[in-house]
Structure formats: structure tokens, C-alpha cells
């Protein structure tokens, strides 16, 4: 198994590599040179704990680490979660599921793929004895899940940005009250699509993310993709047999990692009827699954934050495969992309469409799930409870604790949800480094900084 880049300039990388890679030298985004088929092996992983399930999946898609390894590996990145079958599977009603992915240390899906993560770069440092310093850019869960996955670790230092003002004040909390040496969150204006320029700006300039060993935890790098598969298929085997391969899944989702990770566990063999892209008011996706138009405008700030972005880094992964593979087509687009101009291509049928939900649909939704069910759901949740489908099983995935996010849901439930983690960071003193949205002067403070943190 070797990963290639979707614009076809990079020699074939092994796991590690890409991992450690994260965005590939010709500024595309590995991805699996072949996906191995799951389907005979589903019965026997039907057994497994989620540990145990993760372990076996990854081991197809990385075997130079060998499955006793992998199984150490995916043991401890599921410790902490604070649910026996570390993502529970609710049954609502008899059409409606909810996968709840919010019992990880930082309460948000997140943890699924950066817990793990983080655990790969230790292991990555102990075996080539370099530092490595780690970037990437949060509209809000990422960052703190990143630095809970990387914080203390030797010979690793972390570097989130995210857009000053922009996220929820618990989410920043949660980044910036840490007391590690080893993490320091830094605020930059404008939005996260600011942010997420910056980051791909410093991994693309290659001589200098060589020289500090960078590796990027944003959802670029494919060990977020591939952790993410994980629990799609965990959610398959734990519903009712009969209905497996007609479950439809709706993601919430801004930055398109977390749906294209389930679309790529079905085409590995996992049993799905679809996938629903769940977008708040920054709609990009939801207007270029409905139209095939991919056209940038403003991001507008809203209750689910998680969510304001208007450039999906992963839609590039997408593209290389509804482009027939073709990464001269893939370059074609990603320059005009990045260019700001708008592009449309005829879509051909896939197993995905969308829909769209503004605030006050999202408040909608919150009161009538207590009020119906006594069910509490996140604003970024709520945003999949449109246009429900009703000749099939709907499995939602639920992405974040709503206690992460206690003014939305209190207006519309009339109490406010709290966790003792959360709480507990309420009167910890806020570290952060503020900068401007600027390559130059991101790339001089992480130079600076480099050293914090102690030695491998």
C-alpha cells in the first residue's frame, strides 16, 4: 500500500510518510494508491471492540506497522473516552439513529482521529529521533483535539491558529488553558479560511517545512480521513442487519472530512444507501451538490461555528475521484479554485446530496428534539434534522458535546447543558499568542519556538 498525491507530481509515499508528510510536496493531498475491500471481512469485525475494530482497518491501510503494534496503538488513543463502546450508537425512533462522537477528551469527533494521531507522531519521533513540529488551523474542535492529542509529547510542539473572535469561548478555552509548554494557540483575524491560507501557504513552502520537520494536523493529513472511516463502519455493524445497506448517513460538515471519510469506507465494501452533506448558512457545499457550482463567497459568522468555512480542504480528495482519477484535470480546478473564480462541472451520480440549515432553523431544531425526545443536540448537529428521509434508516452523526456550545442551546431548550470538564476550565487563566494572518511572520514564531517542549 503506497499513498499518491491527487496532483499527480509526488512519488508514491509508504503510511508513515504521508502521515508524517501531511500535505503532499506538490501541494495535493495523499490518498490510498488502491482501496482494499472490507466486505469478507465484516462478519468477523462485527465482534470486535471499537479499539480492536480500528486496529484491523488500519492495518490494511498501513502494514509496515504490524497489527500488534496497531492494536497498542488504537488501545491507548481510546482510553480516555468516556463511553464503554467509545462511540454509542442511539436509537431515536425507528427511522433515526445518532452516533454520538462527543465522549473524547476535548467532547467533539475530533478525538476519533487526533488521539490517534498524536500517538503516530510520538511513535514518529522516537523512531527518527527529530523534533517535529506540528501546525494546523481550527474553526474550533480541530485545535483543541490536536493539542490534547500532542500536548506533554517529547520531541513534538504544536502551533494552532484560528480566527480571533470566531470560535466558541469554551472551544478556545479548551485550546488555550492547557499549561503545556509544548502548545501554543494563536488567534489571527479574520476567518478560518484566513487561518487554513496561512497554514497551507507554510506546508507549501517546502524548504522551510523541512528544515523545522512540520507535519500538518488538519484533516489534510489522510490519518484523520482513514481514523474517521472507522466509526462508519462501527455504526454499520451495530445497526439492524436488515438495514445496512439502505442507511442513509447525514454528516454535518464544513471542511467535507468527515462525509468523504464514510463515502470511502463504503467504497472500501461497508453497506450504505448514502450520505447527506449537512451545511449551516456557509453553504458552499450544499450549492455545489445541488448545482455542481463551486463559487466562494463571504463566510457569515453562526451558531455553528465549527462550520463558517467556504473553502473545503478535503473537496480535493472528492474532486480527484469524481475527476476519473485524473490529477491534471485536479490541478486544473485547485488553480482556479484558489484563483477565487468560480468553476461548475456536470456531477455524475454519486451517493451524496445536501441540504442547508440557518440559525434560526437551528434553534428550531434544538427545542423540538428536547421537547419530542428529551434528546439535547449541539448546534452543529442540528443541522442534519432537515429533510429527514423517510423510506429509510437516517444514522446522524452527532459531532460535538452540547455543553461545547451552552448560549445556543439554552435559548432554545431554556436550560443551559454543562460537563465538569468544561466547567473546570471556566476559571483557568487564557495563553495565547496573537498574530497576523501573515506566512512570514507564522513561519518566524514557529522558528522561534521550535525548542519548547522537552527533547526526544
Not at 484523520?224 to 439502505?246: F, H, M, N
Not at 470538564?421 to 514557529?446: G, M, N, R
Request: charged residues 20%; glycine residues 6%.
Amino acid at each position: 500500500m503506497h499513498y499518491i498525491s491527487t496532483r499527480g507530481q509526488t512519488k508514491p509515499h509508504t503510511f508513515s510518510e504521508a502521515v508524517e508528510a501531511g500535505l503532499a510536496p506538490d501541494g495535493g493531498l495523499f490518498l490510498p494508491d488502491n482501496l482494499p475491500s472490507i466486505a469478507d471481512k465484516l462478519t468477523a469485525w462485527s465482534k470486535l471492540t471499537y479499539p480492536e475494530l480500528a486496529a484491523e482497518f488500519f492495518t490494511l491501510f498501513a502494514p509496515e506497522i504490524s497489527n500488534a503494534e496497531w492494536h497498542q496503538l488504537t488501545a491507548e488513543a481510546y482510553r480516555r473516552f468516556d463511553s464503554p463502546d467509545v462511540a454509542p450508537l442511539k436509537k431515536i425512533t425507528d427511522k433515526t439513529y445518532v452516533l454520538e462522537l462527543f465522549h473524547g477528551p476535548t467532547l467533539a469527533f475530533k478525538d476519533f482521529a487526533l488521539q490517534l494521531l498524536g500517538l503516530l507522531y510520538k511513535r514518529q519521533v522516537e523512531h527518527s529521533g527529530k523534533r517535529l513540529a506540528v501546525l494546523g488551523a481550527t474553526s474550533g474542535d480541530t485545535g483543541s483535539a490536536a493539542i490534547h492529542g500532542c500536548m506533554g509529547q517529547d520531541g513534538i510542539t504544536i502551533f494552532i491558529l484560528y480566527p480571533n473572535g470566531r470560535v466558541a469561548p469554551l472551544q478556545e478555552r479548551q485550546m488555550a488553558c492547557t499549561g503545556a509548554d509544548n502548545v501554543f494557540a494563536i488567534p489571527v483575524p479574520g476567518t478560518f479560511d484566513d487561518a487554513q491560507r496561512v497554514v497551507k501557504d507554510t506546508f507549501g513552502d517546502t524548504a522551510f517545512a523541512n528544515s523545522v520537520n512540520l507535519s500538518a494536523v488538519n484533516s489534510i493529513n489522510i490519518a484523520r480521513v482513514l481514523a474517521q472511516c472507522v466509526y462508519y463502519i462501527w455504526a454499520s455493524l451495530k445497526l439492524p442487519e436488515e438495514v445496512r445497506a439502505t442507511a442513509e448517513y447525514v454528516v454535518p460538515t464544513g471542511n467535507f472530512g468527515n462525509v468523504l471519510a464514510g463515502w470511502l469506507a463504503q467504497q472500501t465494501g461497508m453497506p450504505a444507501g448514502g450520505f447527506r452533506v449537512a451545511t449551516n448558512q456557509n453553504d458552499i457545499l450544499h450549492r455545489f451538490f445541488t448545482s455542481g457550482d463551486y463559487h466562494q463567497s463571504d463566510v457569515h459568522p453562526s451558531h455553528a461555528p465549527s462550520m463558517d468555512i467556504q473553502a473545503a480542504s478535503n473537496f480535493e480528495r472528492f474532486l480527484y475521484y469524481i475527476l476519473d482519477q485524473n490529477p491534471q484535470r485536479v490541478r486544473e480546478v485547485m488553480t482556479q479554485i484558489k484563483s477565487g473564480a468560480p468553476f461548475k462541472i456536470d456531477l455524475p451520480k454519486t451517493s451524496m446530496r445536501s441540504t442547508r440549515m440557518d440559525d434560526a432553523q437551528i434553534e428550531r431544531v434544538i427545542a423540538q428534539m428536547w421537547q419530542d425526545w428529551q434528546y439535547v443536540l449541539d448546534p452543529h448537529t442540528a443541522c442534519a434534522f432537515t429533510d429527514m428521509a423517510q423510506d429509510r434508516v437516517s444514522v446522524v452523526l452527532s459531532t460535538a458535546s452540547p455543553a461545547k456550545f451552552p448560549d445556543v442551546v439554552k435559548q432554545a431548550t431554556g436550560s443551559e447543558p454543562t460537563h465538569p470538564t468544561l466547567e473546570a476550565l471556566k476559571s483557568k487563566p487564557l495563553q495565547t499568542w496573537p498574530l497576523p494572518a501573515d506566512v512570514a511572520e507564522v513561519q518566524a514564531f514557529i522558528r522561534k519556538h521550535i525548542s519548547h517542549g522537552t527533547n526526544p
